[in-house]
């Protein structure tokens, strides 16, 4: 059943971020080709955040407390479900594969995984900044062999008491302090600019 959920959410996830993306940066299209690109990246946020969090509160959590089935971070081999950390990085690869040129990840200043580390100057002072102001997403112009992309760095919140225990007590944690409503890092959206 969990396949079920998780199939629904990303096909959810794909719908709604091909178009408003497609629409954007299209420069022949109509009214919402003038949507300035943080417009569009809040936009972007706001269904990822929402597919997130759904997933985590109302799929994630009460199957784990009534047992039904586990969450791993081996989801695929012991028939599991994907944390929600891969649960996003699940839907962002099926979004790229719309060839709209969305991408969308979570880092952090205490990855359980090194890959989730910033990488870039650019991430490495959107996460400074979001964990300074949690309410204010850093943004900016990107340049790269690809062209021109738009990126900004949300702040990425505790949401779960589910999602804070596992990061407290994980194994690779950094960090075992978090609280709910704290930032625990913070998601990067990019998108290519006309």
């Given at each position: 059943m969990?396949r079920?959920?998780s199939r629904i959410?990303?096909m959810a996830?794909i719908t709604a971020?091909?178009?408003p993306?497609a629409?954007a940066?299209?420069?022949?299209?109509?009214g919402?080709?003038?949507?300035?690109p943080?417009?569009?990246?809040?936009?972007?946020?706001?269904?990822?955040?929402?597919?997130r969090n759904?997933?985590?509160?109302h799929?994630?959590?009460p199957l784990?407390?009534?047992?039904?089935?586990?969450?791993?971070?081996d989801?695929?081999?012991?028939?599991a479900?994907?944390?929600?950390?891969?649960?996003?990085q699940?839907?962002?690869?099926?979004?790229?594969?719309?060839?709209?040129?969305?991408?969308?990840h979570?880092?952090?200043?205490?990855?359980?995984n090194?890959?989730?580390?910033?990488?870039?100057e650019?991430?490495r002072?959107?996460?400074?900044?979001v964990?300074?102001?949690?309410?204010?997403?850093?943004s900016?112009?990107?340049?790269?062999s690809?062209g021109?992309?738009?990126?900004?760095?949300?702040?990425d919140l505790a949401?779960?008491r589910?999602c804070?225990d596992?990061?407290n007590?994980?194994?690779?944690?950094p960090?075992?302090d978090?609280?709910?409503?704290?930032v625990m890092?913070?998601?990067?959206?990019?998108?290519?600019?006309p």
């Amino acid at each position: 059943m969990h396949r079920v959920f998780s199939r629904i959410a990303i096909m959810a996830t794909i719908t709604a971020l091909a178009v408003p993306i497609a629409s954007a940066v299209d420069n022949n299209a109509r009214g919402p080709a003038s949507t300035p690109p943080k417009v569009v990246a809040d936009f972007l946020h706001a269904v990822i955040m929402a597919h997130r969090n759904f997933y985590t509160i109302h799929i994630v959590n009460p199957l784990l407390q009534e047992g039904i089935v586990d969450v791993s971070e081996d989801w695929r081999a012991k028939n599991a479900l994907p944390l929600p950390v891969q649960f996003l990085q699940e839907t962002s690869a099926m979004a790229e594969l719309t060839n709209v040129g969305v991408h969308y990840h979570l880092i952090s200043q205490w990855p359980i995984n090194k890959a989730n580390a910033p990488v870039t100057e650019f991430e490495r002072r959107g996460l400074e900044a979001v964990q300074a102001h949690p309410t204010q997403p850093y943004s900016g112009t990107l340049e790269g062999s690809s062209g021109r992309r738009f990126g900004t760095v949300y702040a990425d919140l505790a949401v779960t008491r589910v999602c804070i225990d596992c990061h407290n007590t994980h194994r690779n944690s950094p960090r075992s302090d978090f609280n709910v409503g704290d930032v625990m890092g913070g998601l990067v959206i990019s998108f290519p600019l006309p």
